[in-house]
């Protein structure tokens, strides 16, 4: 869009996006992102929260509270990864204390639910040859075995599970196993509070995405626990959703777990997969792998009420930071920073009513898909991409440049 001066006339953002920056080799690539594929074109209203470990720990982590009421607030944020501490990272940072991960806290205060997708380029083939779309996946995040309580039965013995109600009544006991000899105990519980709004995030993200939901437990075994999960999607999807997927041509589908997985493995992708905490922490491990690398999964975390934080999946990539902090140049992919960037702005674009906004997301999607597609990579891509004479390794910035030059010439 030029205007009469022949200059570039930025394009307007309506209402503000909370901007989360974070840490080491991420939050270098945060800035070269804004610097040259945002900010020449976007007169944006950034709303700022610095994540990056320093902050917190001086702030004594209020800042990350901060950061995720002002999500609430505005209705969709865009973050950076950021470090989790660890006894390392105390002595590296001189921390005041092991800091909570922000995600943790993030996702606590917006009670939401994060959901994972693959970004597709023709030239990396999914292990799978059949999925030619993506497969967004979506973990429970709460409770099962996560938050457990185990026993290492030493001998023979009886192993009850109790449940004492709060106001007096009679307790339930059952016996799980009269034990003839050592073995081991597990207790996990789950809440209808959590599961509901699991399933809320899901239906949500499957709505804005258009996208199937898939839902599978193993509920011909576990006929009271994952029963439950089952028939709380199922309330909720006949309650809140069943005429909207029916307007927008999705349908909630449930299946057995097993036969869940056996389908995946047919499909062509374009579904979600809402997981219990279990599967999806394999699940979407094993998807990650599949469709390529680390790098080019997108991540997203929906709460019930409708409020989006967009990130990537990966870390701070602290090996290539320690490179950059010698002076070394790191072929560090920030694909997934990217679409985290033209997730919020697709996303703010909708809610505001502002089709330009939506429409300059695409094109810098595209403008990252053809570069790849045209040879130009990161390393962590040329060692999974299809051979061609025209593959070349390049350095994160000018990957970047590739990409700007892409996104000018559509504009
Ligand atoms: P990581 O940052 O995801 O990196 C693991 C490895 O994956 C890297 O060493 C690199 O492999 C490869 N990789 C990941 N992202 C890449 C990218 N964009 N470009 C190229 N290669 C990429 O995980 P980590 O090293 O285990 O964790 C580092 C820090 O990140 C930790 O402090 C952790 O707390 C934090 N973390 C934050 C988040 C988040 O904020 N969402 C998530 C996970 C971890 P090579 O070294 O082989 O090139
Ligand atoms: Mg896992």
């Not at 105390?90 to 800091?99: D, F, G, R, S, T």
């Not at 457990?148 to 059952?174: A, H």
């Not at 809402?274 to 690398?293: E, I, P, Q, T």
Request: net charge neutral; proline share 4%.
């Amino acid at each position: 869009m030029k205007n009469t001066q022949g200059s570039t006339q930025k394009i307007k953002v309506k209402s503000t996006i909370v901007e989360i920056d974070g840490d080491e080799m991420t939050r270098v690539m945060w800035k070269m992102v804004k610097d040259t594929l945002l900010l020449p074109y976007l007169d944006m209203a950034l709303e700022y929260y610095d994540l990056g470990l320093k902050k917190r720990d001086e702030t004594d982590d209020q800042i990350t509270v901060d950061a995720a009421n002002a999500i609430k607030k505005h209705g969709v944020g865009v973050k950076c990864a950021t470090i989790t501490p660890n006894k390392d990272r105390i002595k590296e940072y001189n921390l005041k204390q092991e800091w909570k991960s922000p995600n943790g806290t993030i996702r606590a205060i917006l009670d939401g639910t994060v959901f994972r997708s693959p970004i597709l380029v023709r030239n990396i083939p999914p292990a799978v040859r059949n999925w030619t779309k993506a497969i967004h996946i979506g973990r429970h995040a709460y409770g099962d075995v996560y938050k457990n309580q185990e026993i290492r039965v030493p001998g023979p013995g009886k192993g009850l599970l109790t449940f004492t109600p709060e106001n007096g009544g009679q307790p339930i006991t059952l016996t799980i196993q009269d034990f003839k000899g050592p073995g081991v105990l597990q207790g996990i519980h789950n809440t209808d509070r959590s599961i509901s709004s699991f399933a809320k995030a899901c239906f949500t993200y499957a709505l804005d995405q258009k996208v199937p939901l898939w839902f599978a437990t193993k509920d011909t075994i576990s006929k009271t626990y994952d029963a439950r999960f089952r028939q709380i999607f199922q309330d909720e999807f006949e309650k809140n959703w069943a005429d909207k997927f029916n307007d927008a041509g999705i349908e909630y589908f449930f299946t057995l777990i097993d036969d869940a997985v056996a389908r995946i493995m047919k499909s062509q992708g374009g579904i979600l997969w809402a997981c219990k905490n279990y599967d999806g922490d394999v699940m979407s491990d094993m998807l990650g792998s599949a469709y390529g690398s680390l790098a080019m999964m997108t991540s997203v975390l929906v709460s019930p009420e409708g409020y989006f934080e967009y990130e990537a999946a990966h870390g701070t990539v602290q090996k290539h930071y320690y490179k950059y902090l010698k002076g070394e140049k790191t072929s560090s992919n920030p694909m997934a920073l990217i679409f985290a960037w033209t997730g919020a702005l697709k996303k703010r674009g909708e809610l505001d009513n502002t089709p330009a906004v939506v429409e300059f997301a695409h094109k810098l999607e595209q403008a990252c898909i053809e570069t790849i597609e045209s040879g130009i990579m990161t390393g962590d891509l040329l060692k999974v991409a299809t051979s061609s004479p025209k593959n070349k390794q390049v350095y994160t910035e000018e990957f970047i440049d590739a990409i700007a030059n892409h996104l000018k010439k559509k504009l």
